[in-house]
C-alpha cells in the first residue's frame, strides 16, 4: 500500500512490517528532497522533543495536523471543518491523540475545549514541525514583488495610518507596485484578532494588542509621549512645571469618543495630589493639533504623531514633566504567514518601512 496524503497533513501505510515502514520512510526523505528540505524535516523531527521516545512509525502525522487544528479553534467541530474531517472523525482523532499522549490534551469548558498544560507544551514544537513539513513537501513558489498582484488587508490604529502607513505604502510603490493595501480600522481588538484568526486580515498593526496562541507577536519599537500646546503660548520654552500641566485645561484623544474617564496620566498627578481638567475629548487623533493651536488648550500624544502636525498646525512639541511610561507598537500574524512567500516578503516590507522610523 502506498503512503496517503491527508488534507493537511500525511499518514503512513501501516500494514507492512516495522522494517520495511522505516526503511521506506528514510528513502522518500532522501531521495525526494532536497538537502535543505532534508535539514528541515531533521529539525521537525528534532524539535517534537516531547515525542522523541515514541516510536515514529507508529504515529500517523494526520493526528499531528488534528491536534493542531483542535488547538487553533479550541472546538471539535471547527477543527474538523478546518482540517476537511467529518466531527465523528476529528473524535476519533482527539480519542487516539489522548492514546498517543497519555494525556486529556484538551478538556471541556462550556462550548470550547480548554487546552491542558501537556497540550500547551506540545503546540510550540509540533506548530513548528508541520511547518518545516509542509515547507519541504510544497512546491517552490517565487515570489518577485515587481511583477507580482496582490491585496493585502491589515487593520490599524489612528496612530498606525497616521506613522505606519504611509513609509510603507512609499516602499510598496517602489517595490511592488502590482501591490494593493488595505488599511481597517483598528478599535476593537479582540474583533479584529478574531478576524486575523480567520484570515480576514493578513496583520495587525498598533498598541496594546492581544495574544492568541494562534498568533506570532513582533515588536517593531517603542513610542513615547509628549506634549504639545500652541506655538505663540508656549513661545521657545521646551519645559514645563508640573503646577501648570496640571492647571492648564487638556485636550484628549479617545478613539471610541470617551468621556475623559481617568488613565494613566490622571494616576500620576495624583500621586502629586494634582488633578487636570480635561477640557475637550475629541474621537480622531488628526483632530487634537488642530483643536489645540490657537488656544491654551495642552494635549499628551504620541511623539511620532505630534511631530508630524508641527508644521500643519502652530503647535509646539515640549516634554512632560512626569514620566509617562512608553508604549509599544506591535505587528501581530498568524503563524500561517511562514507558508505563504507573498506574506512572508510583505511582513518584511512592513519591518523595513518601521527602520525608517526609528
Given at each position: 500500500?502506498?503512503?496517503?496524503?491527508?488534507?493537511?497533513?500525511?499518514?503512513?501505510?501501516?500494514?507492512?512490517?516495522?522494517?520495511?515502514?522505516?526503511?521506506?520512510?528514510?528513502?522518500?526523505?532522501?531521495?525526494?528532497?532536497?538537502?535543505?528540505?532534508?535539514?528541515?524535516?531533521?529539525?521537525?523531527?528534532?524539535?517534537?522533543?516531547?515525542?522523541?521516545?515514541?516510536?515514529?512509525?507508529?504515529?500517523?502525522?494526520?493526528?499531528?495536523?488534528?491536534?493542531?487544528?483542535?488547538?487553533?479553534?479550541?472546538?471539535?467541530?471547527?477543527?474538523?471543518?478546518?482540517?476537511?474531517?467529518?466531527?465523528?472523525?476529528?473524535?476519533?482523532?482527539?480519542?487516539?491523540?489522548?492514546?498517543?499522549?497519555?494525556?486529556?490534551?484538551?478538556?471541556?469548558?462550556?462550548?470550547?475545549?480548554?487546552?491542558?498544560?501537556?497540550?500547551?507544551?506540545?503546540?510550540?514544537?509540533?506548530?513548528?514541525?508541520?511547518?518545516?513539513?509542509?515547507?519541504?513537501?510544497?512546491p517552490d513558489r517565487g515570489f518577485d514583488p515587481a511583477t507580482a498582484r496582490r491585496r493585502f488587508t491589515i487593520a490599524a490604529t489612528d496612530y498606525g495610518d497616521l506613522v505606519l502607513v504611509p513609509e510603507l505604502s512609499r516602499l510598496l510603490r517602489m517595490e511592488a507596485p502590482g501591490i494593493d493595501l488595505a488599511v481597517r480600522p483598528l478599535t476593537d481588538t479582540t474583533a479584529a484578532l478574531a478576524k486575523l484568526?480567520?484570515?480576514?486580515?493578513?496583520?495587525?498593526?498598533?498598541?496594546?494588542?492581544?495574544?492568541?496562541?494562534?498568533?506570532?507577536?513582533?515588536?517593531?519599537?517603542?513610542?513615547?509621549?509628549?506634549?504639545?500646546?500652541?506655538?505663540?503660548?508656549?513661545?521657545?520654552?521646551?519645559?514645563?512645571?508640573?503646577?501648570?500641566?496640571?492647571?492648564?485645561?487638556?485636550?484628549?484623544?479617545?478613539?471610541?469618543?470617551?468621556?475623559?474617564?481617568?488613565?494613566?496620566?490622571?494616576?500620576?498627578?495624583?500621586?502629586?495630589?494634582?488633578?487636570?481638567?480635561?477640557?475637550?475629548?475629541?474621537?480622531?487623533?488628526?483632530?487634537?493639533?488642530?483643536?489645540?493651536?490657537?488656544?491654551?488648550?495642552?494635549?499628551?500624544?504620541?511623539?511620532?504623531?505630534?511631530?508630524?502636525?508641527?508644521?500643519?498646525?502652530?503647535?509646539?512639541?515640549?516634554?512632560?514633566?512626569?514620566?509617562?511610561?512608553?508604549?509599544?507598537?506591535?505587528?501581530?500574524?498568524?503563524?500561517?504567514?511562514?507558508?505563504?512567500?507573498?506574506?512572508?516578503?510583505?511582513?518584511?516590507?512592513?519591518?523595513?518601512?518601521?527602520?525608517?522610523?526609528?
Amino acid at each position: 500500500m502506498t503512503s496517503k496524503v491527508g488534507p493537511r497533513g500525511i499518514s503512513f501505510a501501516n500494514d507492512r512490517p516495522k522494517s520495511e515502514r522505516l526503511k521506506s520512510f528514510r528513502l522518500v526523505v532522501v531521495s525526494g528532497a532536497t538537502v535543505g528540505a532534508c535539514r528541515s524535516l531533521l529539525k521537525s523531527i528534532v524539535l517534537i522533543s516531547i515525542i522523541a521516545v515514541m516510536n515514529l512509525a507508529a504515529v500517523d502525522l494526520n493526528l499531528l495536523v488534528a491536534f493542531e487544528a483542535l488547538m487553533e479553534e479550541r472546538h471539535v467541530t471547527r477543527a474538523a471543518e478546518r482540517i476537511g474531517l467529518a466531527q465523528p472523525s476529528m473524535s476519533s482523532a482527539l480519542r487516539r491523540l489522548r492514546a498517543l499522549f497519555a494525556d486529556e490534551l484538551f478538556l471541556r469548558a462550556g462550548a470550547r475545549m480548554q487546552p491542558t498544560e501537556k497540550a500547551l507544551a506540545l503546540a510550540g514544537p509540533i506548530g513548528e514541525a508541520l511547518r518545516h513539513i509542509r515547507g519541504a513537501l510544497a512546491p517552490d513558489r517565487g515570489f518577485d514583488p515587481a511583477t507580482a498582484r496582490r491585496r493585502f488587508t491589515i487593520a490599524a490604529t489612528d496612530y498606525g495610518d497616521l506613522v505606519l502607513v504611509p513609509e510603507l505604502s512609499r516602499l510598496l510603490r517602489m517595490e511592488a507596485p502590482g501591490i494593493d493595501l488595505a488599511v481597517r480600522p483598528l478599535t476593537d481588538t479582540t474583533a479584529a484578532l478574531a478576524k486575523l484568526e480567520r484570515a480576514e486580515l493578513d496583520a495587525l498593526i498598533g498598541g496594546h494588542l492581544p495574544d492568541s496562541p494562534r498568533c506570532v507577536r513582533h515588536r517593531l519599537f517603542e513610542e513615547r509621549f509628549v506634549c504639545i500646546r500652541d506655538g505663540v503660548r508656549a513661545g521657545r520654552s521646551e519645559t514645563l512645571n508640573l503646577e501648570d500641566y496640571a492647571s492648564l485645561p487638556h485636550a484628549l484623544f479617545s478613539a471610541a469618543g470617551g468621556d475623559g474617564l481617568p488613565s494613566v496620566i490622571d494616576a500620576l498627578l495624583a500621586r502629586h495630589r494634582l488633578k487636570r481638567r480635561v477640557a475637550v475629548t475629541l474621537a480622531h487623533v488628526v483632530a487634537v493639533p488642530f483643536a489645540v493651536a490657537g488656544t491654551d488648550l495642552i494635549a499628551t500624544m504620541a511623539e511620532r504623531v505630534a511631530r508630524r502636525f508641527t508644521h500643519l498646525a502652530e503647535i509646539t512639541v515640549v516634554m512632560p514633566p512626569i514620566d509617562i511610561p512608553a508604549f509599544a507598537i506591535d505587528l501581530i500574524h498568524t503563524v500561517r504567514a511562514a507558508e505563504d512567500p507573498a506574506l512572508r516578503w510583505f511582513l518584511d516590507a512592513v519591518d523595513r518601512s518601521i527602520r525608517r522610523l526609528r
